[in-house]
């Protein structure tokens, strides 16, 4: 089975400071990688998502994160965080194929932007 | 074109009542899953539907059941509600049983059981 862990369960940083956010996961046959972000008051959104080819994947509102294979990691960076990026951040593995295609999620990451 | 959809945004219920949610998918997609957030315990997946049949089931108790309609639609349906089943209910929809696509999510239900 797949399970996921996401190591900090909250974040605080300066804007415009950098900041990662850690993921790593857990699973005996391939997988697809995703993050998704929650805004307060609202469902899930997908921020980027690693399926193949380049293990460098970005997002158009400047996250990108990096599929290491042998860590077994899918980090989320940003250079530069703005006070809009204050949410929570969900990784997520998808298993190739087979019967079991749903999402298993990490507990979330609390990205807290202060000014 | 619309997103996921669910209903209703609110819910509130007494110990020991059924709660129904609904949810329809993105127009074309046949596949739906249901989500449990629960307060300080992530996201936990309850149930998978594809093409009208349950493909997977979280652990979770018989109570928490569900149903797919010809037109893709789901019903959550959570029996003899206890305190702890307060929580978001998220509802997300995909391209069914294609591995690389994504899901994506409605806005949830908020189920508050009193």
């Known amino acids: 089975a797949q399970s996921v862990t996401q190591l900090d369960s909250q974040v605080p940083v300066f804007e415009e400071a950098p900041v990662e956010l850690r993921c790593n996961y857990s699973?005996?046959?391939?997988?697809?990688l995703f993050w998704y972000v929650q805004y307060p008051n609202q469902g899930l959104q997908l921020l980027l998502k690693y399926l193949s080819g380049s293990t460098l994947v970005e997002s158009i509102n400047g996250f990108e994160a990096e599929f290491n294979k042998s860590q077994t990691s899918f980090h989320l960076r940003k250079p530069s965080v703005h006070i809009s990026d204050t949410a929570e951040y969900f990784c997520a593995v998808r298993k190739y194929g087979g019967s079991q295609g749903n999402l298993i999620f990490g507990k979330g990451t609390k990205l807290s932007v202060k000014p | 074109e619309a997103g996921v959809t669910q209903s209703p945004t609110h819910l509130i219920k007494t110990r020991g009542q059924q709660a129904t949610l609904r949810c329809s998918p993105i127009s074309g997609h046949t596949s739906v899953y249901w989500y449990q957030q629960a307060l300080g315990l992530g996201l936990q997946f309850l149930l998978w539907?594809?093409?009208?049949?349950?493909?997977n089931r979280g652990n979770f108790p018989p109570r928490f059941s569900g149903r797919q309609f010809p037109n893709y639609s789901s019903e959550l349906n959570v029996n003899a509600l206890e305190l702890e089943d307060s929580a978001l209910y998220l509802c997300a929809s995909s391209l069914g049983i294609v591995m690389n696509t994504e899901a994506f999510f409605g806005q949830g239900t908020r189920l508050t059981v009193v």
């Open positions: 539907y594809d093409e009208g049949e349950e493909r």
């Open positions: 699973s005996s046959v391939s997988v697809y």
